[in-house]
């Protein structure tokens, strides 16, 4: 399996402070980490791993699927920055593995990516622009400690040949005027984003709930956060609520990836 590997640094500032009856100066700080990159083929996807270089192999692992990032045609740096991997990668504390895939009826291939990372103490499935962390909720509910799912909804043809079984825990980030998976759904296409979430609240038999706004970024569309509670086993679950157009990462409104790491680092 060929691997290439790229170093990213990062400069942290040094911090230098003098007592004023002793001349002797602090240690610096530690030399900043770096990050790796490395481009594989798991279980039959083109998948790239980014990881700081000091980082345990225990260390948490979160996977995000993706038909829009063209693994083929774009550098590792480029695919990874472009989801602010660098920065949280350092700052989390985790293993990131983004794998190159669209819509799947069959969600068993993300098991054998997960169990690639044998020594991961936690794995977490985050679907971007597609709707696979639902069909893994359904399929493999025990695989991941938590499941988001971000501009997508669960596939009709799916659920109609699946069924939520098990309480899981779930983010689910949806803008109300997506244009391909419709804030509404489209019948035979996707389901409703609100009956989306939905589901996973019924399973987990959540018992109330709670709303906050979250201040936009940049005067951009109104951010909502409701927060479903008391669910089986401790399990929760949110669903951000992004006015107006969005059919991506929806960055520009609001910190999704700090929201969904913060989410992900409790479950």
């Excluded at 962390?133 to 509910?141: E, F, G, N, R, W």
């Amino acid at each position: 399996m060929k691997k290439v590997f790229y170093i990213l640094s990062m400069f942290l500032s040094l911090a230098v402070a003098c007592d004023k009856n002793n001349t002797e100066v602090e240690e610096p700080a530690a030399a900043p980490t770096a990050l790796e990159f490395a481009s594989e083929t798991i279980a039959g996807h083109n998948t790239i791993i980014v990881k700081p270089e000091d980082l345990a192999s225990s260390a948490p692992v979160v996977i995000i699927a993706s038909e829009d990032i063209e693994l083929t045609t774009r550098t590792a740096e480029e695919i990874t920055l472009n989801f602010k991997a660098a920065e949280h990668c350092l700052i989390g504390r985790y293993i990131l593995c983004i794998v190159e895939s669209g819509e799947a009826s069959d969600a068993s291939f993300l098991a054998e990516i997960r169990n690639a990372f044998t020594s991961a103490r936690k794995a977490y499935l985050v679907s971007y622009c597609n709707g696979l962390a639902y069909t893994a909720a359904m399929q493999i509910p025990d695989k991941f400690n938590a499941y988001a799912c971000v501009s997508a909804t669960i596939n009709p043809e799916v659920y109609a040949a699946n069924s939520f079984t098990k309480p899981v825990s779930f983010v689910h980030v949806h803008a109300t005027e997506n244009s391909i998976y419709k804030w509404n759904g489209v019948e035979g296409e996707s389901a409703a984003a609100p009956l989306s979430i939905g589901a996973i609240v019924a399973v987990n038999e959540c018992t109330h709930y709670t709303t906050t706004e979250i201040l936009p970024r940049k005067g951009q569309g109104l951010v909502s956060c409701t927060t479903y509670l008391g669910g089986l086993n401790g399990h929760q679950v949110k669903f951000y609520t992004v006015e107006g157009a969005s059919n991506g990462w929806c960055d520009a409104e609001f910190e999704v990836y700090n929201q969904i790491w913060n989410f992900f680092k409790t479950r």
